[in-house]
């Protein structure tokens, strides 16, 4: 009976090991798949991984490209507003320095034409003088002496100057007036003494500013403060300066014996 149940238990223990076994292969097969599984599974994925990786890597280099270009492009830009910029500010300066010598060029002109407007006038007031003095009849080459006024009697005139070939109507017209003409040519080299001394016997001495030198101008100007001598500049060698002069002696004498 024993026995029996001993066989009855092996048999028990043989089956439930033979199942073991059978459950053992199972799993083992069954870890084995799984073992697979897994290991294409991690294969998969780093290959997956690596992919992903290889085209993230191309994605960051083609924006960081793009970006370049467009940072290229934008500096570009930039740098063509700043040249653009720099060019109309270097242009806007050239012609600022145009228009301020344009200006300037302007008012130098604009002096010029004052000044020579103001000549003008002085010219044309002596030259309405002269007229004047002329139409008044003291340049009539035909007057007799006797007939004109002896308004500068005992006046002694000193002529520096001229046109030799107005000198004797020049001393007619003086001579008509009572006054002493008196000459010089305007010579300083040889006659400089001769100069001096013609000032000291003259009461007033009269010069043409166009014939006479500049030099002659300076000593008689200095000689007539020395003697206190008066001293009249004419406008030109022309006869109707000279009478102009003449005519405004005559009324300073007229007035002085008031």
Do not use: W
Not at 200 to 212: A, K, L, Y
Not at 226 to 244: D, E, M, N
């Amino acid at each position: 009976m024993l026995s029996h149940l001993v066989g009855a238990a092996n048999r028990v223990g043989i089956r439930r090991l033979a199942e073991l076994e059978a459950e053992n292969d199972r799993l083992r097969a069954k870890l084995a798949r799984q073992q697979d599984q897994l290991r294409d599974g991690l294969v998969s994925r780093d290959a997956k991984i690596q992919e992903l990786n290889g085209l993230l890597a191309r994605r960051i280099g083609e924006a960081a490209a793009a970006r370049q270009q467009d940072d290229a492009s934008d500096r570009g830009t930039l740098e063509g507003l700043v040249a653009s910029l720099e060019q109309r500010l270097r242009s806007e300066g050239n012609r600022r320095v145009a228009v301020e010598e344009r200006l300037a060029h302007i008012a130098d002109e604009l002096a010029r034409e004052r000044e020579q407007h103001v000549s003008l006038r002085r010219q044309e007031a002596a030259l309405r003088e002269e007229l004047a003095a002329v139409e008044a009849g003291f340049e009539s080459e035909t007057a007799e002496s006797e007939a004109a006024p002896s308004s500068l009697a005992g006046l002694s005139l000193l002529y520096v100057g001229g046109r030799t070939d107005r000198l004797g109507h020049l001393r007619a017209l003086s001579e008509q007036l009572g006054a002493t003409f008196l000459h010089h040519d305007g010579g300083v080299d040889d006659r400089r003494g001769l100069l001096a001394g013609l000032v000291s016997r003259t009461d007033i001495v009269m010069f043409p500013v166009d014939c006479v030198s500049h030099e002659a101008v300076t000593i008689v100007k200095r000689l007539c403060r020395q003697t206190a001598k008066r001293y009249v500049p004419l406008r030109s060698s022309g006869t109707s300066s000279f009478v102009a002069a003449l005519t405004r002696t005559v009324g300073d004498a007229q007035i002085s014996s008031l």
